[in-house]
């Protein structure tokens, strides 16, 4: 047994499953280049056989990303499991991932199939991808609610056809840490060929326990790939978080004698990238990444951390990444500057109109806020109007009138396919008016599930964040928009999600 604890992050698609939190190509790219300078081990991208848009996605991560192995979910058929193979044909490193449900619930009700039928087409299915690829991980959907032995032999019969990690989810957050971690360890006992492949734990959060349970998995289980996603993004209430899961490794190296190989000074930019690009506001008291995760309040802690930093702190802030919130660029910056700190933040903007576009954007909102943050400029870049890719509904200006006593007005100036339109409304408040005004013009018919302002960098100077989650025939999407004005912000993030329900693309569930 090895002393390295693999990391798989699966931001990218289990993260991505959860609902509103899709994200486009570039942004993908853009969280991938992020994670590989985190030092994941396994960066899985997508799930290649979805749509035509997550093939792409993958595509594009397994041609940009050298050191991080990229992987591609599929199902366990010879479909899925080559389109993933051809995703990844260009990767340096790259993993198929097939999976097949195993419990007595999924396997009845979900596949329809008995458990034989499940056996064998978990054979049929790593044979088949052992001869496209060499690394090959095969998951066990609702793992933790197998029956064992009918799980050891599914896993003794893939290990057999080469997979070389076996992965035991607990895909409805259903475990608790001690028992899981005993589930593992007697699965792998009842394995007689367990030790030719790396075990690997995958918890969902059902309970708030995916931490704990995933950390179980190793130290009791003695699984040594973990799978989670930045901030714990994730379907329900989402995935074990990264964060945590490697500092706890980190801070009590004491108890769990593991390496992780990741560069801790990425974490709080990783995550600050992965809630502006999805609108999933990470909590003030959210451990490592929360604002408030090294602030002292009480003047008691003041006081002692004052005197002896450890008295009230078990790991440090700057060493998760904290200092790196620093101003860097302002009014006077020129291009190139601006052209090599979008270089050092990963974002790649395909063509000079796009540069162009972004650094006039820029100046912009250098000319009405004195000191732009990092967070400043991924939001900037994350605008529709930098991108190639023309969006349906564009922004072009707002203007609005409320005062003590009146009903609030607004006149909104857009594009809806190129063609400029002008929509007026009154409404509760200004912010209540302008997306009346979009509304009047554009009649979606969508239901605002989420409405939510954030303050980009802490202040008033800040630019205002706006998420806006619609929901339309079953579909629900996030728009996020950043302006100094969070009216403006406002307007523009629920553009962003009508966007988002125009875009066509459909996929198949990952579990479905
Ligand atoms: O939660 C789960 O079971 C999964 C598998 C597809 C790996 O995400
Ligand atoms: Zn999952």
Redesign the pocket.
């Known amino acids: 047994m090895t002393d390295k604890l693999i990391i798989f992050d ?1 931001t990218l ?2 993260g991505e ?1 959860s609902p509103g939190a899709s994200m486009t190509r570039d942004e993908k790219l853009r969280i991938a280049r992020q994670l590989e300078r985190l030092k994941v081990d396994v960066i899985e991208a997508g799930f290649a056989a979805s749509s035509n848009g997550d093939f792409e996605c993958v595509q594009a991560i397994a041609r940009a990303i050298k050191d991080s192995t990229v992987c591609s ?1 599929s199902r366990a058929n010879d479909r899925d499991i080559a389109r993933a193979a051809e995703a990844l044909k260009d990767a340096q490193r790259g993993r198929i ?1 097939t ?1 097949i ?1 195993t419990s007595p619930l999924h396997m009845e009700k979900k596949l329809r199939m008995t458990p034989e039928e499940v056996l064998e087409q978990s054979r049929l299915a790593v044979r088949f991808a052992r001869n496209l690829m060499e690394d090959i991980e095969f ?5 933790y609610r197998s029956d064992i032995d009918f799980l050891a032999r599914v896993c003794e019969v893939v290990i057999n056809e080469g997979a070389t990690t076996i ?1 035991i ?4 957050g259903y475990a608790i840490p001690e028992l899981y971690g005993q589930f593992i360890k007697t699965l792998r006992e009842k394995v007689p060929n367990s030790d030719k492949a790396i075990w690997s734990v ?1 918890c ?1 959060n059902d309970l708030g326990m995916a931490v704990a349970n995933s950390l179980a998995g190793v130290k009791i289980g003695g699984a040594r790939q973990v ?1 989670c996603t930045i901030n714990g993004l994730g ?1 329900r209430a989402g ?1 074990c978080s990264l964060e945590e899961i490697v500092m706890a490794v980190k801070t009590r190296r004491d108890y769990f004698g593991l390496d992780v190989g990741i560069d801790t000074s990425q974490i709080v930019p990783a995550s600050k990238m992965v809630s502006t690009t999805t609108g999933f506001v990470v909590q003030p008291n959210k451990a490592v990444v929360g604002a408030n995760a090294f602030a002292h309040a009480s003047g008691i802690h003041q006081d002692g951390v004052l005197k002896a930093r450890d008295t009230y702190e078990i790991m440090r802030a700057e060493d998760v990444g904290w200092s790196a919130n620093k101003i860097v660029l302002g009014k006077l910056s020129g291009r190139t500057a601006f052209k090599q700190r979008l270089q050092e933040l990963g974002v790649v903007l395909e063509s000079e109109g796009e540069i162009m576009a972004a650094f006039a954007k820029f100046k912009d909102l250098a000319d009405r806020k004195s000191e732009i943050f990092d967070e400043d400029i991924l939001a900037l870049v994350s605008d529709e109007s930098v991108t190639a890719e023309k969006e349906h509904y564009g922004f072009i200006s707002l203007a609005q009138r409320s005062e003590t006593g009146e009903m609030p007005h607004a006149e909104i100036v857009f594009t809806i396919g190129g063609r400029e339109v002008r929509g007026l409304s009154d409404g509760n408040g200004p912010v209540d008016a302008s997306l009346k005004a979009i509304e009047s013009q554009v009649k979606s018919g969508a239901e605002m599930v989420l409405y939510s302002v954030n303050a980009i960098s802490g202040n008033t100077e800040s630019q205002g964040e706006v998420t806006v989650r619609l929901q339309n025939s079953g579909r629900i999407v996030n728009g996020v928009g950043a302006d100094p004005d969070i009216v403006v912000a406002s307007a523009k993030a629920y553009l962003s999600a009508l966007n988002k329900l125009q875009s066509k693309a459909e996929r198949v569930a ?2 479905g």
């Open positions: 699966t698609r289990d499953q979910l991932h999976f449900a998951s066990a959907e609702d793992g992965n989810p607990d895909t409805v995958h969902h799978e379907e995935n990952a579990q």
